[in-house]
């Protein structure tokens, strides 16, 4: 089983910056890819960006594309999420996932393990 860990949340304000960190440990020969996540108040979870565990293969949200930068350090079994210009509505929980699939999926039903996650929220 592979445990994952976020950080990197806070309270925010629109245009400012913030990376996001996901630890990986445990049966971490299981990840073939990782993904970011979130969930907004009386909203579905929605799929943010996904990446191969190799990082030669990438997604976005179409909102986000641009703004935000997934990235993963196999050194240190560690996936980043860069987010520049946020907006009030990227306000939500943010939660790591990782998987076997290929390529990365967009479906949350699709992933094996999920941290707890870590709040961002952006004021206007």
């Known amino acids: 089983q592979v445990q994952l860990v976020e950080s990197g949340g806070g309270l925010l304000q629109a245009g400012d910056s913030r990376r996001l960190s996901c630890a990986a440990s445990g049966r971490t020969q299981d990840i073939w890819s990782m993904g970011w996540f979130r969930q907004a108040p009386g909203k579905e979870r929605e799929f943010v960006a996904a990446?191969?565990?190799?990082?030669?293969?990438?997604y976005y949200l179409d909102s986000v594309e641009g703004r935000f930068t997934i990235s993963i350090e196999r050194g240190t079994y560690t996936l980043d999420l860069q987010m520049n210009s946020l907006k009030p509505e990227d306000t939500a929980t943010y939660y790591c996932?990782?998987?076997?699939?290929?390529?990365?999926?967009?479906?949350?039903?699709?992933?094996?393990?999920w941290g707890l996650g870590t709040q961002v929220t952006v004021a206007s």
């Open positions: 990446i191969t565990w190799t990082g030669n293969l990438a």
């Open positions: 996932a990782s998987g076997r699939k290929l390529p990365p999926s967009r479906r949350a039903d699709e992933y094996d393990s």
